[in-house]
């Protein structure tokens, strides 16, 4: 139904920045509501932000406030989340989420998720 693929993960030493990109296929995109979700070794998937499918509302988790922004570029088919100030504790593979209803901070809100991408920040 709906295709999601993340890029943009990498080794960044912390206080250091990068964009994840997630690109989506197979419906209107502007018609979904986005979320990142991270996911450290031997932790539980937490929510990190979400838009809706205007772009005209963003959310995120306390810890990321200020320092990451969420965007789309609907006519891309593409949800971004720009990392700055990047900690070690944001190490974890990120996934991008997509819902037809109006968006979760819950892994559960999302019925599609891509394969994740990697960031690791370095002391």
């Known amino acids: 139904q709906v295709q999601l693929v993340e890029s943009g993960g990498g080794l960044v030493q912390a206080g250091g920045s990068l964009i994840l990109s997630c690109v989506a296929s197979?419906?209107?995109?502007?018609?979904?509501?986005t979320g990142w979700f991270r996911q450290a070794p031997g932790k539980e998937r937490e929510f990190v932000a979400r838009?809706?499918?205007?772009?005209?509302?963003?959310y995120y988790v306390d810890s990321v406030k200020g320092r990451f922004t969420i965007s789309r570029d609907n006519a891309k088919n593409t949800v971004y989340l720009q990392m700055n100030s990047l900690k070690p504790e944001d190490t974890a593979v990120y996934y991008c989420?997509?819902?037809?209803?109006?968006?979760?901070?819950?892994?559960?809100?999302?019925?599609?998720w891509g394969q994740g991408t990697q960031v690791t920040v370095s002391s």
């Open positions: 838009i809706t499918g205007s772009g005209l509302a963003t």
């Open positions: 197979g419906r209107t995109f502007s018609w979904f509501s």
């Open positions: 989420a997509a819902d037809r209803r109006s968006g979760s901070d819950t892994t559960t809100g999302y019925a599609y």
